[in-house]
């Protein structure tokens, strides 16, 4: 069993960055595929971005393309999404999941953290 905590969320104006961070606790993310997810109130869980075990692929959604980037650092158990060019639009619980494929689809990950808002004035 995961679990996983994620930070750095908080309330930005448009074109700022935020890094968030998801740290891993009881197992090491070195064997799980990452990603991101974000939800905004009353929607469906929407994929942000993933990495595979290694680190060497990654994967984004359109909209943040050229913006976001994900990272892991197994050493330090972490997952990051930098940030880039915020946008209103981008405001949103953003969660960080951890599971054996790598794949933009909720289903496929079995551990999730708690959620980091972002708020992005515009």
């Known amino acids: 069993q995961v679990q996983l905590v994620e930070s750095g969320g908080g309330l930005v104006q448009a074109g700022d960055s935020l890094r968030l961070s998801c740290t891993a606790s009881g197992r090491t993310l070195s064997g799980y595929a990452m990603a991101w997810f974000l939800q905004a109130p009353g929607k469906e869980r929407e994929f942000v971005a993933a990495?595979?075990?290694?680190?060497?692929?990654?994967f984004y959604g359109r909209s943040v393309k050229g913006r976001f980037s994900i990272s892991r650092d197994n050493a330090k158990n972490t997952v990051y999404l930098q940030m880039n060019s915020l946008r209103p639009e981008d405001t949103a619980v953003y969660y960080c999941?951890?599971?054996?494929?790598?794949?933009?689809?909720?289903?496929?990950?079995?551990?999730w953290g708690q959620g980091t808002q972002v708020t992005v004035s515009a």
């Open positions: 990495i595979d075990l290694s680190g060497g692929r990654t």
């Open positions: 999941a951890a599971g054996p494929n790598y794949s933009v689809v909720v289903r496929q990950y079995e551990h």
